[in-house]
């Protein structure tokens, strides 16, 4: 099937198979490699990105579900060579250990941080609970959260 797709600005069309999930459509067709895939059941949250501006677990998702769409995935985040303030949270807080979760997280932590710019830390921590870190206690994850929270974006990144 033909499908067309807009992935973080750029419009995309390719011929996938019907059965292609989104995860893969993204790492093995469009080679963006920051969207991770983990589980293929939806429980570990790695594969999350954005579907017309609302988080999806992408392993979720047809390939051909998306058509017509507007995607935006972690590499969508920056603008040009500014990390945007999500990503600046985790590094300046130490949000990460081995990174396998940390694109959904960002994903996730910036889609909080656009509808509630000023999270608790409770909300923080249901937005997240929706995906898995088996590296960390979630401490820093949610430190990175209110980093950012407290540096907003100088700049929209539109995508």
Same mark, same amino acid.
């Given at each position: 099937?033909?499908? %067309?797709? #807009?992935? *973080?600005?750029?419009?995309?069309?390719?011929?996938?198979?019907?059965?292609?999930?989104? !995860?893969?459509?993204?790492? @093995?067709?469009?080679?963006?490699? &920051?969207?991770?895939?983990?589980?293929?059941?939806? *429980?570990?949250?790695?594969?999350?990105? =954005? !579907? @017309?501006?609302?988080?999806?677990?992408?392993? %979720?998702?047809?390939?051909?579900?998306? @058509?017509?769409?507007?995607?935006?995935? !972690?590499?969508?985040? $920056? *603008? &040009?060579?500014?990390?945007?303030?999500?990503?600046?949270?985790?590094?300046?807080?130490h949000g990460l250990q081995?990174?396998?979760?940390?694109? &959904?997280?960002?994903?996730? &932590?910036?889609?909080l941080l656009d509808n509630? /710019?000023? /999270?608790?830390?409770?909300?923080?921590?249901?937005?997240?609970?929706?995906?898995?870190?088996?590296?960390?206690?979630?401490?820093?994850?949610?430190? $990175?959260?209110? =980093?950012?929270?407290?540096? /907003? $974006? #100088?700049?929209?990144?539109?995508?």
């Amino acid at each position: 099937m033909q499908i %067309t797709l #807009t992935v *973080n600005g750029t419009e995309y069309t390719r011929d996938v198979e019907p059965r292609m999930l989104l !995860v893969h459509f993204i790492r @093995d067709e469009l080679l963006l490699r &920051g969207t991770h895939w983990g589980c293929d059941t939806s *429980n570990c949250g790695t594969c999350t990105l =954005w !579907v @017309d501006g609302e988080p999806v677990k992408s392993c %979720t998702m047809l390939a051909v579900m998306a @058509d017509g769409r507007a995607i935006r995935t !972690v590499e969508g985040l $920056a *603008n &040009g060579a500014e990390l945007d303030p999500i990503q600046q949270g985790f590094i300046e807080c130490h949000g990460l250990q081995c990174g396998f979760c940390t694109p &959904g997280m960002m994903m996730t &932590g910036r889609w909080l941080l656009d509808n509630n /710019p000023n /999270p608790s830390e409770g909300e923080i921590r249901e937005c997240i609970s929706g995906q898995i870190c088996r590296c960390t206690g979630y401490k820093n994850i949610v430190s $990175a959260i209110q =980093w950012a929270a407290e540096h /907003p $974006a #100088t700049s929209e990144v539109t995508s």
